[in-house]
């Protein structure tokens, strides 16, 4: 990919290869349970429409959609470190504290979640309502096909008819939605990780865009659209193993 401009002598692999691993941490863990979360919550509310839960997640979860991730992050800042003074906000930047080390073990790990806990926190916040809402409207749709009718004609276990009938058809039509997400995982992060000084790909490519350093900004987007022809490819082979209505190498769709 080159050799940066703004740092001579170090190559783009080498900076992006010591930016990465923090945004697959931060992202990729809060994304996973961003989506788990909303999973549940979107099929408690499709089984519980027009209770309590329903209501309370469709307004806090829209409220949250409409925020964009980086005015949440300056609001957690503002409001939670200066204003109430429950954040520790200046602990808390950075990947890790000093002196402590990179290894396996229990000190480092938990200091970097802590460090990764604000990021984290805020894309947590922005994208789980958006899942449930997405997975209530499936899993609504789903409860009214006949085949979830005569599953439960014949008698079968309600959690075998949540799991196998409900929530697997009701997963097929979020898969594309979850790659793509997945797929900007990489480059999604830019003003989240600038207002905590996270130094992963994001602040990277925000400090390139400054620096003028084309050579690491090219290999950042290269990085980025690698990841969301991977994701979407992933997309298509698990959609393939959950709907055995297609074939992969026979003609598509059956």
Do not use: C
């Amino acid at each position: 990919m080159g050799t940066s401009i703004a740092t001579p002598g170090v190559t783009v692999t080498e900076k992006i290869a010591q930016y990465l691993p923090w945004t697959l941490y931060s992202v990729g863990l809060a994304l996973l349970i961003s989506i788990t979360i909303g999973l549940v919550l979107g099929m408690i509310m499709a089984y519980r429409r027009g209770g309590i839960i329903d209501h309370a997640v469709s307004i806090i979860g829209s409220g949250f959609h409409a925020i964009p991730n980086y005015l949440l992050a300056i609001l957690i800042v503002v409001v939670g470190a200066v204003q109430l003074g429950v954040i520790d906000y200046t602990r808390m930047r950075g990947n890790v504290s000093p002196g402590v080390d990179p290894e396996l073990s229990f000190r480092f790990l938990s200091d970097i979640g802590y460090h990764a806990t604000l990021p984290m926190i805020t894309y947590i916040l922005t994208t789980v309502g958006t899942w449930a809402l997405i997975m209530k409207a499936s899993t609504t749709q789903v409860l009214g096909e006949d085949y979830v009718t005569v599953a439960k004609a014949r008698g079968l276990k309600e959690s075998r008819i949540q799991t196998n009938y409900v929530g697997r058809n009701a997963l097929l039509p979020l898969i594309a939605q979850i790659a793509t997400q997945a797929g900007f995982i990489v480059g999604g992060a830019i003003f989240v990780e600038q207002t905590f000084s996270y130094e992963g790909v994001g602040l990277l490519l925000f400090e390139s865009i400054n620096t003028r350093d084309y050579p690491t900004i090219q290999g950042v987007l290269l990085v980025v659209t690698i990841t969301v022809v991977l994701a979407n490819l992933a997309a298509d082979l698990v959609n393939a193993a959950l709907d055995p209505r297609i074939r992969l190498g026979e003609g598509g769709a059956a």
